[in-house]
C-alpha cells in the first residue's frame, strides 16, 4: 500500500472529469486501497480519485470515529435527491478552510462495489453529505465552487500562499473534511 499525493486547490488538474471504471481489475483494488490509506492518512472521511490525480469513478469514505467501516463506490450514480441541509464542510485538497454549503438532505447512489456488483445506497446525514461531496470531485467540482466570487478569490489566494511558503495547514477538526 501506499499513502498518495493528494492535489491541492487550485490545481487545474482538481477540475478534470473522471471517467467510467470499465474494468474491475487488480490494478482498481490496488487503487482503493491506496486511496483509503491516504485517506486514513490525512486524516480525512472521503477522497475520490481526482484528487490523488487518477480520473477515475472511484470514491472511498469511511465517516466512523475509529476507521473500521471502509465503504467504496465505484461509478456511483446519484439517483435520488431529497430535501436540504446546510453542512460546514472541509476538503483535504482544500486545507484548512471550512465552509457551510447547502445539499439534498438524503439521497440514493447506485454503484458498483469491489465485487462488480450493482448496490443501491439510501443515505442521510453526514454520509450523504459525503457522497454528494466526492461525487462532485468526480465531476471536476470542488465545494468552494458553491461560495461567492469573493470568498473564492480569498481561498485560491491563501492556499497559493501557503503553497509557495510550504506551510502545512492543519484542519481543526477532521470530522468535515471530505
Ligand atoms: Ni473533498
Redesign the pocket.
Known amino acids: 500500500m501506499a499513502v498518495l499525493d493528494i492535489l491541492v486547490y487550485p490545481d487545474p488538474r482538481l477540475r478534470q472529469p473522471a471517467l467510467p471504471v470499465s474494468l474491475l481489475d487488480d490494478e482498481i483494488r490496488r487503487l482503493v486501497r491506496d486511496m483509503a490509506e491516504t485517506m486514513y492518512q490525512a486524516p ?1 472521511i ?3 480519485a481526482v ?1 490523488v490525480n487518477v480520473p477515475l469513478r472511484v470514491i472511498v469514505i469511511d465517516i466512523s470515529a475509529d476507521q473500521s467501516d471502509l465503504q467504496v463506490f465505484i461509478n456511483p450514480e446519484i439517483i435520488e435527491r431529497t430535501g436540504a441541509t446546510q453542512t460546514e464542510e472541509g ?4 486545507p484548512g478552510i471550512f465552509a457551510p454549503v447547502e445539499r439534498a438532505d438524503s439521497i440514493t447512489v447506485r454503484s458498483l462495489n469491489q465485487d462488480g456488483e450493482t448496490v443501491d445506497l439510501y443515505a442521510e446525514g453526514l454520509m450523504s453529505v459525503c457522497i454528494q ?2 461525487v462532485d ?1 468526480l465531476d471536476g467540482k ?2 468552494v465552487d458553491y461560495l461567492s466570487r469573493l470568498k473564492q478569490e480569498r481561498i485560491r489566494k491563501r492556499l497559493q500562499k501557503q503553497i509557495k511558503h510550504g506551510i502545512q495547514s492543519t484542519p481543526v477538526s477532521d470530522a468535515v473534511t ?1
Request: aromatic share 6%; proline share 0%.
Open positions: 480525512g472521503g477522497l475520490a484528487q476538503c483535504l485538497s482544500v461531496h466526492e470531485h470542488v465545494f471530505l
